[in-house]
């Protein structure tokens, strides 16, 4: 009894204080999250040495009182693409398992002091010469202006994310025509063999960060394959990165003397193969015309290198005309590139090219439409940059009459003059990273159309894209960035990053690596002010709600296709082949209405019965209308106008109005746009 009876006071305690413990809980309510994860953030076992990420504090999480992400989208990145153009354009690893050490070394054929750089000489220009060591003096590289070392190292992509990052696309890339001309190489140019590799260097990445906090899916690093993954990885305070695809020939779809070496086939099955890989987004022509579309040219001495690698690989230079509308591709100019002509054959020169004519002869080829259609069954997006102005017009007429969304411009080399057509499709545009006055002054020329439009904005590092990033603007410049600084929801303090032996700072280093993102946009902050930053602190959940949408999206029914059609008339041309009313609604765009060489003609379309009508979309043959309307019947006797234009231009037209009752459709043209008639691939006629 003398030992139980102590037992029992001491349990007594402990209940009453179990008792305290609990009410106190219940007053202050309960524990954060954080608290109980215990800097969740942190991983549990880096590697040592490694970079430092220079930033302190709890990355936010969840969404702000309207259920909206928060947070930075980097819409353009190329985390992988020191495994692409035959592995030895770019130095340098994203990560390593070796370290740090091995992940941050230069080229071997870098060494002893740049002499053999190549692509750093045509690049940057002067001799290439450079400092060669990486970890851990890093004297030359990174370097704002290095366009062939590695900038994406994991521990900076992590200071970006700290930093308040929560989209980030990895664009699978690489070029075979640069890979096939480029002197060094340790494996073949097969573009697709590339990206598959980069595809799965990527999810070794997550793995290998993954492994640091503790196991699968615990790291920061998120490969998320659809909206409702990413919004949940971004809640969660991480990083949600999507994979896209941006290369010169994809699916084998380069053209030679003109002629596609790709057919539909190939593209399906590329596609597929992109879906399964993870992928979201892509680029169907990327610095070279193929068999898919013209791109929009690269102006000056690199411009002219680039026409020699087309002509190399497709025995064509850029072809130019007068731009038929404001928008046009950048100017080539004249400027001489005497390391890359050298390789022309004997006779053979670059075209000197009209100063006026600054568009692509090349919009988007049959095969290029079957492409953007093939993406749309699949719900991928649409990147439109580096796509001649001409071939952007055509893919937003194709998107324009399906409404569909999936629209990206990531990196500004698409013509502003196409920002609202994106924006009313319900697209996302962001801006290349370029110095701060600079974006900051190109933000506000798009920022009403932002208002209007009630999205966000942003930006497209391009970082291992070999395209140079934000220059320093001098420690003695006006608004310079103060450290440490806070973040911009401020929960974070970020100081100057340091890898290794050496410090960066933005003032006098500019955007050296990626870790430099949250500094570059504390400078924009600064210069541009904090509009600007707001705009692109919402650019997360603009991104993803076009994702969603291009994610919801379904075809609409066609209510035209096989109805009984009839027209004013049909041009005869010979027995074997028929224009008549039908062709225009039987699916086939390889058949055609074609009507007599007269201006007042028409097609009318009969769907059987009333029903609600409200977009029509038509299809011109090279005959075209150039002053046509579209009227509706419920009877075919009394008519209603519902569309009309005095300015057509051919191509694929989409008429929208507000939805009408009807059970009649007919397209009256007014006025021919060429010495034929009017000619009609296929009418669509859709309820919205």
């Avoid at 942190?42 to 220079?54: E, F, L, M, T, V």
């Avoid at 702000?64 to 354009?89: C, P, Q, T, W, Y």
């Avoid at 919004?231 to 053209?255: N, Y």
């Avoid at 090349?362 to 719900?379: E, I, P």
Wanted: aromatic content about 10%; overall charge neutral; proline content about 4%.
């Amino acid at each position: 009894m003398a030992i139980v009876q102590p037992l029992r006071r001491r349990l007594r305690s402990f209940a009453v204080v179990s008792l305290l413990l609990t009410v106190t809980a219940l007053v202050l309510g309960p524990v954060p999250s954080s608290a109980a994860e215990s800097n969740w953030w942190d991983p549990s076992a880096r590697p040592a040495p490694d970079s430092q990420i220079n930033v302190t504090g709890e990355p936010f999480k969840g969404t702000d009182a309207k259920g909206r992400v928060r947070g930075f989208v980097d819409a353009h990145d190329h985390i992988m693409s020191n495994e692409g153009f035959g592995g030895r354009l770019i130095c340098g690893k994203p990560f390593s398992e070796q370290g740090v050490t091995d992940a941050l070394k230069d080229c071997p054929e870098h060494y002893p002091d740049g002499s053999l750089a190549i692509f750093d000489m045509i690049t940057k220009g002067g001799d290439g010469k450079h400092d060669p060591v990486g970890w851990p003096t890093f004297k030359d590289w990174p370097a704002h202006d290095s366009l062939t070392h590695q900038q994406n190292y994991y521990a900076w992509i992590e200071r970006a994310w700290r930093g308040g990052q929560r989209v980030l696309v990895n664009d699978l890339v690489t070029n075979g025509v640069i890979c096939s001309v480029y002197f060094f190489k340790d494996r073949g140019c097969d573009e697709m063999t590339a990206i598959r590799l980069e595809a799965k260097k990527t999810y070794d990445m997550q793995a290998f960060i993954d492994k640091m906090y503790g196991g699968p899916g615990k790291g920061w690093f998120r490969i998320v394959t659809d909206s409702t993954q990413a919004r949940k990885v971004i809640e969660q305070g991480k990083l949600a990165v999507v994979m896209g695809v941006e290369t010169s020939e994809p699916f084998g779809c380069k053209q030679i003397l003109d002629i596609a070496q790709c057919s539909r086939a190939d593209i399906d099955r590329g596609l597929d193969e992109l879906k399964k890989l993870g992928v979201s987004s892509m680029f169907l022509c990327h610095k070279f015309d193929n068999a898919l579309c013209g791109v929009r040219y690269d102006s000056g001495a690199l411009g002219t290198a680039i026409n020699v690698g087309q002509f190399l690989s497709t025995g064509t230079f850029w072809k130019t005309e007068n731009c038929r509308g404001p928008q046009h591709d950048n100017p080539i100019g004249n400027a001489a590139a005497p390391a890359a002509e050298k390789r022309l054959p004997k006779g053979v020169a670059v075209p000197s090219y009209a100063s006026g004519a600054q568009c692509n002869t090349r919009g988007l080829t049959d095969l290029g439409a079957y492409a953007v259609r093939g993406m749309m069954k699949r719900n991928m997006m649409l990147e439109v940059d580096h796509m001649s102005v001409k071939a952007v017009g055509q893919a937003l007429d194709i998107l324009e009459s399906e409404s569909y969304p999936g629209v990206i411009s990531s990196h500004s080399w698409m013509d502003l003059g196409w920002t609202e057509r994106l924006y009313k499709l319900g697209g996302f545009a962001a801006q290349y990273m370029g110095g701060s006055e600079g974006f900051s002054a190109e933000a506000r020329r798009t920022e009403a159309l932002r208002r209007k439009y009630k999205v966000g904005y942003g930006y497209g590092t391009d970082m291992n894209g070999v395209g140079g990033w934000p220059a320093p603007r001098g420690a003695d410049a006006p608004n310079p960035v103060k450290y440490p600084f806070r973040s911009v929801d401020g929960g974070s303090v970020i100081d100057k990053q340091t890898t290794g032996q050496r410090t960066w700072d933005f003032n006098t280093d500019g955007g050296a690596h990626y870790g430099m993102v949250p500094d570059w946009i504390e400078d924009i902050r600064n210069v541009g002010g904090q509009g600007v930053v707001d705009d692109l602190f919402a650019g997360a959940e603009s991104y993803l709600r076009t994702w969603a949408n291009t994610e919801k999206y379904k075809a609409g029914t066609n209510l035209a296709a096989g109805a009984a059609a009839t027209a004013s008339s049909s041009e005869w041309w010979n027995p074997f082949v028929s224009f008549k009313p039908g062709k225009a609604v039987d699916g086939d765009t390889g058949t055609r209405w074609a009507s007599e060489w007269k201006d007042d003609q028409w097609l009318r379309i009969d769907l059987g019965s009333a029903k609600p009508v409200g977009r029509v979309t038509l299809d011109w043959e090279q005959a075209y209308a150039k002053s046509y309307r579209v009227e509706l019947s419920e009877d075919g006797t009394n008519w209603r106008t519902v569309w009309s234009t005095a300015s057509g231009d051919g191509g694929l037209d989409t008429a929208r109005f507000a939805g009408t009752q009807a059970r009649y459709v007919r397209v009256k043209g007014l006025e021919r746009g060429t010495q034929w008639g009017y000619s009609l691939r296929e009418v669509g006629v859709y309820a919205d």
